[in-house]
């Protein structure tokens, strides 16, 4: 069994540290959320319902979103108001990678309510109907939200990049 979990790790931890940053925009925090994901995970038995990816990006994103309506992640928020100085975080090597490229910085610039549904559909790629699910909202909500994501990103974009996002 810990075999099969290193494995998992293996596979999956890095990707779900990028879904996990996306949302928090802390590399610690993220980190601290992938663990209790993996851990979650472990401690329970897990039937294989469809695909394990998902399932885990399902568990990252709730925790993502539990953390961010913490009175924790408030109480951050208000000291970095407070004191900008201090609020200058070193980032890792991955972090800043996907930090410089354009996509990536912009994408973090989005709302929530917008950076959800591109990350899910570009990212994890999901359809309409599981970004639904998913998020507990209609199937219409996402497609107005991925729409005005796209236009959202349309400025930091180069004009191939911009027909391929419009042409998925």
């Given at each position: 069994?810990?075999?099969i979990?290193?494995k998992?790790?293996?596979d999956?931890?890095?990707h779900?540290?990028r879904?996990?940053y996306?949302?928090v925009k802390?590399?610690?925090?993220a980190?601290?959320?992938?663990?209790?994901?993996?851990i979650k995970?472990?401690?329970?038995?897990y039937e294989e319902?469809?695909l394990l990816?998902?399932y885990?990006?399902t568990?990252?994103i709730?925790?993502?979103?539990?953390y961010?309506k913490?009175?924790?992640?408030?109480k951050?928020?208000?000291?970095?108001?407070l004191?900008?100085?201090r609020?200058?975080?070193?980032k890792d090597a991955?972090?800043?990678?996907?930090e410089?490229?354009?996509?990536g910085?912009a994408?973090?610039?989005?709302p929530?309510?917008?950076?959800?549904?591109?990350?899910?559909y570009y990212?994890e790629?999901?359809?309409?109907a599981?970004i639904?699910?998913?998020?507990?909202?209609p199937?219409?909500t996402?497609?107005?939200r991925?729409?005005?994501?796209?236009?959202a990103?349309k400025?930091f974009l180069?004009?191939e990049?911009?027909e391929v996002l419009?042409?998925?």
């Amino acid at each position: 069994m810990n075999d099969i979990l290193e494995k998992i790790i293996d596979d999956h931890a890095e990707h779900l540290l990028r879904l996990a940053y996306f949302y928090v925009k802390d590399r610690q925090v993220a980190e601290d959320i992938v663990q209790e994901v993996f851990i979650k995970f472990s401690s329970q038995a897990y039937e294989e319902r469809g695909l394990l990816r998902a399932y885990l990006s399902t568990l990252t994103i709730n925790k993502s979103k539990d953390y961010l309506k913490s009175w924790h992640y408030k109480k951050i928020i208000l000291q970095e108001k407070l004191f900008p100085m201090r609020a200058k975080k070193h980032k890792d090597a991955l972090v800043e990678a996907e930090e410089r490229s354009q996509i990536g910085a912009a994408i973090i610039k989005l709302p929530l309510q917008y950076r959800e549904p591109i990350l899910l559909y570009y990212y994890e790629e999901m359809k309409v109907a599981e970004i639904a699910t998913t998020l507990g909202i209609p199937e219409n909500t996402v497609k107005t939200r991925l729409r005005r994501a796209r236009e959202a990103l349309k400025p930091f974009l180069k004009q191939e990049e911009w027909e391929v996002l419009m042409h998925e």
